[in-house]
């Protein structure tokens, strides 16, 4: 079965820099996460798309943007990288449609800024 | 806001039976989920309670109680393999709050 296909698996940038995360969702789902894992930490949501629309914000900082795109994709843009930036960023993707909720991760990306 | 307690470490030995329990506070509540991440790994949906009770799956079960914000998930046999961080969620309307996460330490 499909499952969550993010890219890239690991990403180096240096500070200052910018860089962009992608997300292919399981087709069919409607709904698109993002989420920021440190390291010993949980997942903390950044942003959620619906339908390609916003649905809603978390923790994200201003110097990140995201948007979802009619094939369904999402992306992360993070500008301005600073070193605490360096963490695991999972897509995860669900559907209204199945009861349990349940969403779906991608492996993630490892950004590693220095 | 949304905030979940959960103990942040427990060992159990292989073959035994270990609980680990969530309570949460929590507005726009729409049920309880349990993932489980290894080193590393992504988090992987384990279940779901909406309703009140225990649900089984296999070796896991959980269990919620809304009347008291509280749930718990249940692993029976342990294998070494269940080693891992176990996290309970609040299913909110759009977005999952993940709590702080258990790590689980099977031992021989």
């Known amino acids: 079965a499909a499952g969550v296909i993010q890219s890239p698996r690991h990403l180096i940038k240096e500070k200052r820099e910018t860089a962009t995360l992608k997300c292919y969702p399981i087709?069919?789902?409607?709904?698109v996460y993002w989420y920021q894992q440190g390291p010993g930490q949980d997942p903390q949501f950044l942003i959620s798309?619906?339908?390609?629309?916003?649905?809603d914000k978390g923790s994200i900082p201003d110097r990140f943007s995201a948007q979802q795109f009619s094939d369904y994709h999402s992306e992360l843009n993070m500008s301005s990288l600073e070193l605490g930036d360096s963490a695991l960023y999972f897509c995860?993707?669900?559907?209204?449609?199945?009861?349990?909720?349940?969403?779906?991760f991608g492996s993630g990306t490892r950004l590693t800024v220095v | 806001g949304q905030s979940l307690e959960q103990p942040s470490e427990v060992t159990a030995v292989e073959g035994a039976i270990v609980q680990i329990n969530c309570t949460y506070q929590?507005?726009?509540?729409?049920?309880l989920s349990w993932y489980q991440q290894h080193d590393g790994g992504a988090p992987t949906f384990l279940s779901y309670?909406?309703?009140?009770g225990l649900e089984e799956t296999g070796r896991f079960s959980s269990f919620l109680s809304r009347s008291d914000s509280y749930g718990y998930l249940l692993l029976q046999e342990l294998q070494m393999k269940d080693s891992a961080s176990y996290f309970c969620?609040?299913?909110?309307?759009?977005?999952?709050?993940f709590g702080t996460g258990t790590k689980l330490q099977v031992i021989p």
């Open positions: 969620a609040v299913q909110g309307y759009q977005k999952v709050t």
């Open positions: 798309f619906y339908e390609k629309m916003q649905s």
């Open positions: 929590t507005s726009g509540f729409y049920g």
């Open positions: 309670n909406a309703l009140d």
């Open positions: 087709p069919r789902h409607d709904t």
């Open positions: 995860a993707s669900s559907s209204r449609h199945e009861a349990n909720y349940g969403y779906t």
